[in-house]
């Protein structure tokens, strides 16, 4: 189930996971999204307008109670970043969902937005990177989190930056797999194959 | 590890089909914009542009069909030019499936847009497309000896073209594609002191566009400063393939997918 609170292309989010195999559907509703086998949040944009889009459709409460009792999360993007304790953005911090330990911030680098597929560094233990190998995900964001706890895949842009983190049932990949073409629709796999 | 150049072929659409002649003849119907898109996708592009050049309002509907169906079968990242004036018409073309869009005329006659366009769906989605070409003799002058132009190159504008840059990027511009006019067509390659120009004064990505003929064009036009290459006519014609562009690109020691 893709989560929709008013941020992103959620069509891109939910052809890919059709594709991937998995039975999809787009819903703002709460109750909908906590029971959900495997629940999506993405998210473009600005951190303190997907927190807010969240919190519209009490998806914070959706989150944290799923983490709570080890129901499958995945987020992608902006909605990676809501994971983590907070975002700053141009000197004004936004409380985050803290599920993930760690903040977001600007990336120092002199071209920003990081736009464009960049390779990425998944330890073996990664499950969501299973069978990838050496592929390059398609990444646009100006805001990462440099740091966190549980298997975390980094890539390099200016800075190493978290590319993508999982912590028990908390998924989430700063990259877009619903835009990575071959690669992407594997790691989608992967992770439709762990709510099996 | 680094990011890669980016290698970006680009459609011309007009009520749902491609309007400049494309020369595959493996192709089912190659004035189908989606069959044209997966081929590409398939050949190793890295993202997709297209650019509508419809007039009609009912033409813009077709195009909104493109979107969604090439959306529903392509997945790298796709943008949306032309006739972009309002925050509704990136909402559509969002929801329709685009990644981004690209904005030039109306945000000239009206730069608070891409303002507008930045604060609701963030900066990464605003190309701004720069159509430049060198002062012509005769006209007024620009400080760089570069000026916008609007309406396919067709009209200038006066205003310089490096300053504009730089005021669209403050106001939220996320990417800026670079359409040399005075390259443009000529296939005798990109306008390289014109990328290099727009790069001095740019913190975001640079699309270089423009002047594309032969595969080795493609990567003096990333050590000028761009930081992906666009062209339509020399990929449609098969005069260079994706993947012979990104081999030039591959032995000049960038790093390409």
Known sequence: MVLDYGSGNLRSAERALARAGAEVTVTADAASALAADGLVVPGVGAYAACMAGLLGVGGDVVVRKRVATGAPLLGICVGMQVLFERGEEHGVATAGLAVLPGTVHRLTAPVLPHMGWNTVAPPPESVLFRGVGSERFYFVHSYAATRTEGVVTTAEHGEPFVAAVERGTVSATQFHPEKSGGPGAALLANWLETLR | MSLAVRVIPCLD?????????????????????????????????????????????????????????????????????????????????????????????????????????????????????????????????????????????????????????????????????????????????????????????????????????????????????????????????GAVRIGEAKAALREAGYPVR
């Open chain 2, 13 to 237: 659409v007009a009520a749902g089909r491609v309007v400049k002649g494309v020369n595959f003849a493996d192709l089912r119907d190659a004035g189908d914009p989606v069959e044209l898109a997966t081929r590409y996708d398939a050949e190793g592009a890295d993202e997709l542009t297209f650019l509508d050049v419809t007039a009609s309002v009912q033409g813009r509907e077709t195009t909104f069909e493109v979107v969604r169906r090439t959306a529903e079968q392509v997945f790298i990242p796709l943008t949306v030019g032309g006739g972009v004036r309002a925050v509704a018409d990136v909402d559509a073309l969002l929801r329709a499936g685009a990644d981004k869009i690209s904005v030039n005329t109306a945000a000239v006659r009206r730069p608070e847009l891409i303002a507008e366009i930045a604060h609701r769906f963030g900066r990464q989605v605003l190309v701004l497309s720069l159509d430049v070409r060198r002062v012509r003799p005769g006209d007024p002058a620009t400080p760089s000896g570069f000026e916008v132009t609007t309406h396919g190159g067709r009209r200038g504008t006066g205003l310089d073209a490096l300053a504009w840059a730089v005021r669209a990027q403050e106001l939220g511009a996320g990417e800026i594609l670079l359409n040399s006019m005075d390259a443009d067509g000529t296939m005798a390659g990109f306008d390289l002191e014109l990328i290099a120009a727009v790069r001095a004064v740019s913190g975001v990505p640079v699309i270089a566009s423009g002047g594309a003929g032969r595969a080795a064009d493609f990567p003096p036009a990333v050590t000028a400063g761009a930081d992906a290459v666009l062209a339509a006519g020399v990929f449609h014609f």
